[in-house]
């Protein structure tokens, strides 16, 4: 049975940062080349789940969901409840590359801007001598790009399969084409591949650890402030439920 906090109906996992590193290598491991899917989600992904039905209950069927954001950790508080640990996007990924390397994992990065995934890639073979990134795509397919990177992922059959396309696009995506995919697991990566490559630089430790990240993306990225709108009405949504549930997800992992 897994451990979760439920946010406005979306299942979250907690735990830490390397109890989601083990079970994201136990799922590689038992997968038979069945995508199972991951998930991490924010404010933003719960506020959209609200108005988008199909977003909603496709959240409800990953193989984990790692809490992304301090807004998330603030609607455990509000249930009176607590997450063990907050893993940004970033974390996790750094933490699977980590488990990776070591367990001679491969990955597939496809996502971002055209030459990010690339730069991303190039930059953590510094970090991860010995990673195995089989390959790399930018995010703009359509069509018969589309079905040409499909057929390249199943060609070189990486354990990982990295998306980052932003949300709920890179989630419907992954679940749209689970069943043709020939990884083990597949995992929404949002802007991680950005920062990677350095083209967003993220806030100084102190500021990370202090949890107001958000206000220093919000002075580097002044147009954040229409998507952050959403705050003040995720936090009286969370007031306003009553139905709060106790946080065992009737759901087994899928493995």
Known sequence: MRNTISILGVPIDNITKEEAGKITLQLVKNSNKSCKMIFAPNTEFVMKAQKDKEFFDLLKLSSLSTPDSVGIMLGAKLQGKKFVERIPGQAYFREILRVGEKENLTFYLLGGMPGIAEKAKENLKKIYPNIKIIGVHDGYIEGEEEKKVIEEINTLKPNVLFVA???????????????????????GQGGTFDYEAGRIKRAPKFI???????????????????????????VIKLLLKKDITKGKFDVERET
């Open 165 to 187: 396309m932003g949300a709920p696009k890179q989630e419907k995506w992954i679940y749209k084409h689970k069943e043709e995919l020939k990884v083990d697991v597949a995992a």
């Open 208 to 234: 990370q650890k202090m949890g107001i990240e958000w206000i220093w993306r919000l002075i580097r990225q002044p147009k954040r402030i229409i998507r952050m709108s959403v705050l003040p009405v995720y």
